[in-house]
DNA sequence: ATCTGCCGGTCGATGTCCTCCACGCCTAGA
DNA sequence: TCTAGGCGTGGAGGACATCGACCGGCAGAT
């Protein structure tokens, strides 16, 4: 990937409605060659979408936790990401190496409701979970440097 | 917040791109209204931003790891967030419960490369790490239910 | 009951931006 | 030298964002 592409990408992880007419000014292309570039990085998955970025309190979501998984079978086949997949609470899920086998990231409305979920957790994918809390996230989703 | 407003967030949150006549068709207002509502979440915080979703491996970025770091001196004030937001391989810094007290994610090159950012974290921020490295993830930045 | 603000909506106009197409410039290979 | 392919520019059209003016309903005060 040439260079001109790399700047495309982190100006575009930065702002995602970053106008072409911008872009352009920025990398010293023309409109049309930057949105042919991005359209090429769009289709060779380099760029797979854009999305808005939220703030969990103002959202009605201000508890996030991440979630520890072990099944309690270790024979049983491991399809625990499809089996979790329907909840909705799951933002994220990374099979990790370690005593666990899946990290997953979790927001939800309250204490109670994080209850709820774990017990969800357990019961959709038949592990034992380890969770730890987050208090407060100084930074979250930074854009890369390439 | 109400009802349609949560709509527009996650309909953004799904696609950070989506032009505002989608979302007027969508929500069934009309373009301004949709355009002020938008403006309105944005001023409030609501939605911070926007960015595109990157593939990490086609963007040279393959491996993506957990670190997390405690302090070697309980007694040193704690501002490892600041002492560690120059270094650019750390996605996000999320305070956290439990034994530890900050979690990290981390994004790479190789593992090389790791294990240098590993030693710039404990030098930077006289922090011991314990990491965890993800092998795959399933999924990761799912919108949320609302 | 009426008046008055205000919030939130529609409608319409204007300027900007996206998107596509035709063309030109390099470079590589026969 | 010819040719083909990748990559750039420029322009034209239509779609889109953005703003202002206007309108209707609702709440509180008179």
């Given amino acids: 990937m040439e260079d001109i592409d790399r700047q495309i990408v982190v100006l575009l992880a930065g702002d995602g409605r970053m106008s072409f007419t911008d872009l352009a000014r920025e990398t010293g292309l023309s409109v049309s060659a930057v949105h042919q570039r991005v359209r090429r990085l769009q289709k060779r998955g380099v760029i797979k979408g854009y999305s808005a970025v939220l703030d969990h309190e103002a959202v009605g979501l201000p508890l996030t936790a991440f979630v520890s998984i072990k099944p309690i079978d270790p024979a049983a086949p491991d399809d625990a990401p499809e089996k979790l997949a329907h909840l909705d609470e799951i933002e994220a899920c990374h099979s990790v190496a370690g005593e666990e086998s899946y990290i997953l990231k979790v927001r939800v409305t ?20 380890r969770t730890t ?14």
């Fill in 133 to 146: 809390v987050v208090l407060s996230t100084p930074y979250e989703g930074r854009p890369p440097r390439l």
């Fill in 110 to 129: 309250s204490p109670g409701a994080l209850e709820e979920l774990l017990q969800q957790i357990r019961a959709a994918a038949n592990v034992s979970t």
